[in-house]
Nanobody, 121 residues
Framework: QVQLVESGGGVVQAGDSLRLSCAAS????MGWFRQAPGKEREFVAA????????YVEDFVRDRFAISRDDSGNTMYLQMNNLVPEDTAIYYC??????????????????WGQGTQVTVSS
């Protein structure tokens, strides 16, 4: 059973930074999604299992970065210059069945519990 444990969310002010972590029970293709109140879950960033392919969505590419630790089991989402529109629950997800970078939530088999990020103006 794949387990994903997220951490790092919180309440910050506009312009601040946060780093989210997602600890997995192994090495998988992984991604970050977010869901704001009243909105659909949207893709943020993803990295292939090997770490050789990374994709960050256009609307955050200049502010967010995705990376892993040396073991490859923990994935990070570094978020800089946060704005109120970034307020959402952030979820990490893992896939063990599909190679490459996956942007669709239905491509992931496992999900973390979510961590709340709130950015005040």
């Amino acid at each position: 059973q794949v387990q994903l444990v997220e951490s790092g969310g919180g309440v910050v002010q506009a312009g601040d930074s946060l780093r989210l972590s997602c600890a997995a029970s192994g090495r998988y293709g992984m991604g970050w999604f977010r869901q704001a109140p009243g909105k659909e879950r949207e893709f943020v960033a993803a990295q292939s299992r090997s770490g050789s392919i990374t994709y960050v969505e256009d609307f955050v590419r200049d502010r967010f970065a995705i990376s892993r630790d040396d073991s490859g089991n923990t994935m990070y989402l570094q978020m800089n210059n946060l704005v109120p529109e970034d307020t959402a629950i952030y979820y990490c997800a893992a896939t063990e069945k599909i190679a490459g970078v996956q942007l669709r939530p239905d491509r992931y088999q496992y999900w973390g519990q979510g961590t709340q990020v709130t950015v005040s103006s």
